[in-house]
Nanobody
Framework: QVHLVESGGGSVQAGGTLKLSCTVS????????MGWFRQVPGKAREGIAV???????LYADSVKGRFTISRDNADNTLSLQMNNLKPDDTGIYYC?????????????????WGQGTQVTVSS
């Protein structure tokens, strides 16, 4: 069982920055694919960024050039650096993981989820 705990959410003004972190336990971290997802009330959860165990990355078009996903296999942590934040980035951000030979932003690929952290961007 993989256990995920997010931190780093908060409230910022448009144009500001935040960095989210996710601590992973319960599995050999270097072998799993990790991702960040976002959900707003009334909408489906969407994939934001994914990173595999070779550090290959994939981003949603809406965050390309503004967000950076990274992982530290020594510390079992996943990060999401968010720059130039926009009000549309507001939502609950979830860290997720899977151990399959899949690499996409699809929610259905991921088996393990954190509890989420709120990000609010005001205009």
């Amino acid at each position: 069982q993989v256990h995920l705990v997010e931190s780093g959410g908060g409230s910022v003004q448009a144009g500001g920055t935040l960095k989210l972190s996710c601590t992973v336990s319960g599995y050999t971290y270097s072998y799993i694919t990790m991702g960040w997802f976002r959900q707003v009330p009334g909408k489906a959860r969407e994939g934001i960024a994914v990173i595999d165990n070779d550090a290959n990355t994939l981003y949603a078009d809406s965050v390309k050039g503004r967000f950076t996903i990274s992982r530290d296999n020594a510390d079992n942590t996943l990060s999401l650096q968010m720059n130039n934040l926009k009000p549309d980035d507001t939502g609950i951000y979830y860290c997720a993981a899977h151990r399959k030979l899949l690499f996409s932003l699809s929610v259905s690929d991921f088996d393990f989820w954190g509890q989420g952290t709120q990000v609010t961007v005001s205009s």
